[in-house]
């Protein structure tokens, strides 16, 4: 039997909360727009259970129920195990899922996509800003450079600095509770259609500890992504590898508070998977 390789490069963050634009930069030198915009950042980190490819769209979760694979004739091509499995990606390093087990999935046409991953995001970044900024750490200075510090915890914690020279950056978790995009109540899931006019649509769900649709910020314990290919893919008798595409251009969010547009803090989003198989010469 051959083996079966699935090969990560990079990874490709589509926000899907709120409005945010594209961060302006010139000349290395970075201007906040509307409040918030989306970034690339030096580095970005998941944690993945499992990936699934289905024939047809799945049957979502709901308050009281899990999501239906069954119905989607979505099969297992990735398993992370209990604990999943981290990667950590920069710019477009090729990276693998190691520890995680491949299985080659019968031959077909997989129309849908099926991901559940941990809802922490692993975001490390350093900015250049043309004016002076404050982080949301306690006491930081004021400077047009600011850095992730290291940590975990929500948007609004203290995961930022700034200073008047270039600060290391620290690597933070950023947990993901809420997809309301900054309006009133919470939101368990969001969605976006024709990603960069490819035709893939994706939607994230909030889970809670059961993998029920969670139904309040404290019940959210992992991520559901949903994804509808622009492109199907197709596995063949040849087909001996999958190269998933992603990338980070747009894996951070930089966002001015809401009190004081002088204190900027960095946040994340989820992601599409662009799935190409590579065959046998």
Known sequence: MKKFLIIFISIFMIPLIGNTETCSVSSGVTTISGGSCGSQPDSYGINMYKMYLCTSAPTQPTTSSTADLDAGGCVLVLNGGTD???VDVTGSTKVEFTGATFTKPAQGVYTHG????????????????N?????????????????TLSGTGSDSDQNSTCGSSAITPGTWGSVLTDLDG??????????ATNLNNTGSDIKGILLDSNAYTAETAGEVDTLAGFQTFGTPVTVGLNT??????????????????????NVVGFSSGPFQAVIIPINHE
Not at 131 to 147: M, P, R, V
Not at 240 to 261: C, H
């Open 131 to 147: 004016e002076a900024k404050e982080g949301l750490k306690s006491g930081t200075d004021n400077g047009i450079h600011c850095s």
């Open 240 to 261: 001996k590898s999958f190269d998933i595409a992603f990338g980070i251009t747009e894996g951070s969010t930089i966002f001015e508070d809401d009190s004081d547009p």
């Open 114 to 129: 099926y991901m559940h991953i941990d809802n922490v995001f692993y975001i490390k970044q350093q900015r250049i800003f």
């Open 84 to 86: 999943g499995v981290r």
């Open 182 to 191: 900054g309006t009133a109540g919470f939101q368990a899931s969001a969605e």
